[in-house]
């Protein structure tokens, strides 16, 4: 666990490398405080907001109506959505306009009351909605057409199943892979680190997680910028495939930090593969994707103990990240129990 006095600090660097855009107001719905996604997202520098209200990143048909949303929750401070029930429009400094989730959340001081507003980005969520939709017309059109035609032709009827089957296994693959990688996303690994956990269990089989984390990644971000941040998201996902066995899970689990589940690997196994990745991201030659850049990472890792849940195992190995962060990065620390 960290210092009591390295809390604040921690909590402000979190908040800053969220992939969520989130606004402080105070009581006069003036902007006091504005994360680094909050300024990629409406695309306005944090100095050209503080002080103003909100209504620059909302769409003049909506100033009317977030001003009375915005009266109610002052009258009634809780958490909620805002704007239930409709969808959201938010607009970039260029005047774009984009779908959002918005959520508020109260903070409450000795001297005030302030406003915490998060705000997600729906624009690739909407996208892929409509993609789903066009595919959904579009089967359903040749599913028609074809119907027709199945009197006539069994193989064309094994065709459109054929094509039904290919996109539910692609709509299936979105939900599962994370989209800039193409490892797992943290809800298939979390549902198959479920199944090994039980397995392993049953059995009494060994089961190691190793959670990794980038060292410094948001300076890659702030100094080369997100394109190439993405970069090295890809190149640190291909180590992991070329580093892990078939049976091994590797995946994305948010932001910089990646996690693998080690099905039947002991504490030690578990440790060569570690440093191998370790040692594998510092020597990358990541100059030649932009000169001047270099990567090390940190991983904690810990195997499972009779009684302990798989959210325990994972915990377990969080923290052993942390004390290789602590311990001056780019090393790996194994749980000692």
């Known amino acids: 666990m960290p210092d009591l006095e390295q809390l604040p600090m921690l909590a402000s660097e979190i908040l800053e490398s969220l992939p969520v855009a989130i606004l402080v107001v105070d009581a006069g719905q003036r902007i006091c405080w504005i994360n680094l996604e909050a300024e990629r997202l409406f695309g ?47 607009k970039k400094s260029d ?26 980005d729906l624009s690739a969520r909407k996208a892929l909605e ?21 009197e006539r032709s069994i193989s064309e009827q094994r065709a459109i199943v054929h094509r039904l089957e290919a996109t539910q296994t692609s709509l299936e693959r979105l939900t599962r892979e994370d989209p800039l990688t193409g490892l797992a996303n943290r809800r298939d690994f979390d549902a198959q680190l479920a199944r090994a956990h039980d397995r392993a269990t049953r059995r009494n089989q060994p089961l190691t997680v190793a959670m990794l984390d980038l060292d410094h990644f948001k300076r890659v971000n702030d100094r080369f910028g997100h394109l190439i941040g993405d970069e090295v998201l890809r190149q640190v ?26 099905p039947d690997s002991t504490l030690a196994e578990a440790a060569l593969l570690c440093e191998r990745i370790r040692a594998s991201v510092q020597a990358q030659d990541w100059a030649s994707i932009q000169p001047g850049l270099s990567m090390t990472i940190s991983i904690g890792a810990a195997m499972r103990q009779a009684g302990e849940t798989a959210q325990a195992l994972v915990e377990r190995a969080d923290r052993c990240l942390y004390r290789a962060k602590r311990a001056g990065r780019n090393q790996v620390a194994m749980s000692s129990g």
């Open 130 to 150: 409509r993609r789903v939709l066009a595919d959904q017309a579009e089967l359903e059109r040749l599913v028609r057409q074809r119907t027709a035609e199945l």
């Open 95 to 120: 005047g774009t306009q984009f779908p959002v989730e918005i959520a508020l959340n109260p903070i409450r001081t000795d001297a005030s009351l302030y406003v915490a507003v998060a705000v997600v």
């Open 44 to 90: 306005y520098r944090r100095e050209d907001l503080l002080g103003r209200t909100l209504e620059p990143l909302l769409p003049e048909s909506l100033h009317a109506h977030h001003t009375g949303w915005m009266q109610g929750f002052m009258l009634d401070p809780s958490a909620r959505a805002m704007g239930a029930n409709r969808d959201l429009m938010a």
């Open 237 to 262: 996902a291909g180590i992991l495939r070329r580093q892990c066995r078939s049976a091994d899970l590797p995946a994305r689990y948010g932001g910089e930090e990646f996690v693998i589940a080690l």
